[in-house]
Every structure is written in structure tokens, then in C-alpha cells.
């Protein structure tokens, strides 16, 4: 699976120079963050590029991003999860009501929150999986069952405030060092990864990218890397909600990539006939899918609840469609059996920076709702007029 972001560095063979071809599509997700970031800095006066703001906004997509790790997963398996809003209310408000009326400590109380979380996602999953109910009507269900458990545990009152333990979750930021450690480990590993494929490759006789085209592009994400850590130091530091963002990314990346699990994934979302008939056991896999979904609404639901040091009934409303439109934005087809974890995460992004954007220029509430409708109703279009083109 190709990560969203490619750089295309050819070499000619006629002249023996080196020729950079600018792929269009592969760098269309990029070309759409560059070009809001760019609108909104001149609207704004810059302010939108400032350390401050970008630490803000980090910290804002940090939840969506979450919940669009999970969905991801259950759209490629050709589902839908219409619930996730809810979950992040009702996980958050378990944590909040054990720790505020019960005097609870921090870890016990997201451990609770997590375990929560696995339940309504085997619930949901065991409804979808072993009893053949639609997942859209399963989890429209589970939005409003989960939402009026919620407003009754919670006597619909706000729930404050936290320990400055659960609070530091949500809120507190890498020393300045530690940040640029992490950076420093983590293109080194970028480095050692690049080398051990090229190697695997040759060993497997399989084609190689010219050495310009594969380190060229990995020093540019390195150069990434180096200048966001440096814009968020001069604020207070790498967001821990972000460090949680790119720790998930990881794993659920390596999953969908480098597990037989996710090619599972993918497979029953590409042909179900056809993965049944391969001997996949789709009922344990679905129901896989749903409790992991579950697992990270809940991580997003204490990360959500740490951020407010609050939990109330409307936490995590309207959740879900972001979340889908993170997926779609980034390439998730809502048919199943394509996308990635990483596009969606950029979606995420550009979602959070228009919100973001148009708050700072006090745009009001309803123009932003029909500006995201629209992305959305147009990522879709994309995705259906691609599909149609290559069939």
C-alpha cells in the first residue's frame, strides 16, 4: 500500500539527467493542505502558520484523527460506524463520573474507560458478525443508546473537574529535548527501514527505485519531521495528544499493512465471496474490527475528556461524520476493500485546518458546516468517478 505522500525523482535515460516528474495524484492530499494553509495565512496575517496556532490545531485533530484510525479499518472491511461519537461520550463520561463522584484514580479509571470501550465494540461487532444485522443500523442504534446511558449515569449534568493527573493527558507537552530526540530517532529509523527494503528487494530480485528517488524522498519527510518539531518548541512543545496520534498511527499501519489480519481487512472489504472461499474466518475478523473501533472511541473519549477536564452529554456529537470524512478525504472508499490509515489521518488534518481556519477568521458556525458538506459530497464524487474510470 503507497503512502499518500510520493516523491517521483526519474532519471533519463537519453540525456543521463536527473528529470523530476510531479505526480498530480499522489500528491493531491498534500497540494489541498498546502493550498488551505496558504489561504488561511493570508487571511489571517500568518497567524494561522504560527507556533501557537499549529500546536492548537494539533491538539484539536488529535480526537478525529483517533476515531479515523478505527474507521478506517471498519469502512475497508465494508462497513460503517455511525456510533463513535457516542462511545467517546460515554467512555469519557465513565471516566469522569468514577474519578469526580467516586474518587478514583487516574489509571483505574482508563482502564475502565478502555475496557468500556471493548464491550460496546463486541456488542456492536457480535450484532454485525454473527447475527447479520446491518452495521449502519446496529451502530445508529448504538449512537443513541449509548448517548441516553450517558445523560442517565451523568443525570445530564457536567461532570468537573478532573485530577490534574487525568487533566495532563489531554493538555501537556514534551520537554523541548525530548521532542527533538524523538525527531532524531525517528529518522534514523526512517533511514534504517528504506535501507533494509532496498536490500529485501534486491535479495527478492524485485525492481528498485533509484537511490536519488528512495533517499531523496525520505530525506524530504525527515525535513518534515525536523521543521514541525522545531514550529511546535517554539510554542511548548510536541502536543502529547499528538505523540498518541502517531504512536496508534504506527501500530494500526503495521496491522493493516504487515499482518495477515489486515490483509484479512482488505480482502473481505474487496470480495467477501472470495475471502470466504480463501477460508478467511469473516465473523471473528468483523468482530475484530468493531471491538478495536471501540477500543480507540475510548482513547479518544479520555483524550477528548482530559483536554475539557470535563466531561458533559454533548461530548463527542457530530464525531462520527468527521471522522468518515476524514476517511473519505483520504482516500477510503466507502465500498470497501480500499484505503489507508495514513490518508485518513491527513484528512483528519484538513478538516481540523478549516475549522480551524474560518474560527480564526470568525466565520460563523453554519458556514462551516456547509463548507465540510461539500468536501465530503465531492471526496465521494471523486472516489465514484475513480472507481468507475478503472473499471
Known sequence: MKSPIS??????????????KFDFRSYTLIIALVFIAVIFSVLTDGEFVSSRNLSNLFMQMSVISILAIGMTLVIIAGHIDLSVGSVVGLTGGIAAILQVWYGWGTVSVIVVAIVAGVLIGLWQGWWVAYRGVPAFIVTLGGMLVFRGILIGISNGETVAPLDNSFEAIGNSYLPYVIGYILAAVSIILLFLSLA???KKRKQLGLTLNSKINDYGKTAVY?????????????YYGVPIPMLIVVLLALVFVF??????????IYAIGGN?????????????????????????SAVA?????????AATVSAG???????????????????????????????????????????MMNIETF?????????????????????SKAS
Do not use: H
Open 7 to 20: 516523491i517521483a525523482i526519474l532519471e533519463s535515460q537519453t540525456k543521463g539527467k536527473i528529470r523530476w
Open 255 to 264: 496491522i493493516a499493512v504487515k499482518t495477515p489480519f489486515g490483509r484479512y
Open 367 to 387: 458556514w462551516q458546516y456547509i463548507v465540510k458538506g461539500l468536501i465530503l459530497i465531492v471526496a465521494v464524487w471523486a472516489d465514484i468517478s475513480s472507481k
Open 196 to 198: 533494509r527494503n532496498r
Open 272 to 296: 467477501i465471496e472470495a475471502a470466504a472461499l480463501s477460508g478467511i474466518n469473516i465473523k471473528r475478523v468483523v468482530l475484530a474490527v468493531f471491538i478495536l473501533m471501540g477500543v480507540l
Open 222 to 234: 525527515s525535513l518534515c519531521i525536523l521543521v514541525l518539531v522545531y514550529m511546535l518548541n517554539r
Open 317 to 359: 456529537e457530530m464525531y462520527e461524520l468527521d471522522a468518515i470524512a476524514a476517511c473519505v478525504i483520504g482516500g477510503t472508499s466507502l465500498m470497501g476493500g480500499r484505503g489507508n490509515i495514513v490518508g485518513a489521518i491527513i484528512g483528519a488534518l484538513i478538516m481540523a485546518s478549516i475549522d480551524n481556519g474560518m474560527s
Open 301 to 309: 473519549g479520555i483524550i477528548l475528556t482530559s483536554r475539557l477536564n
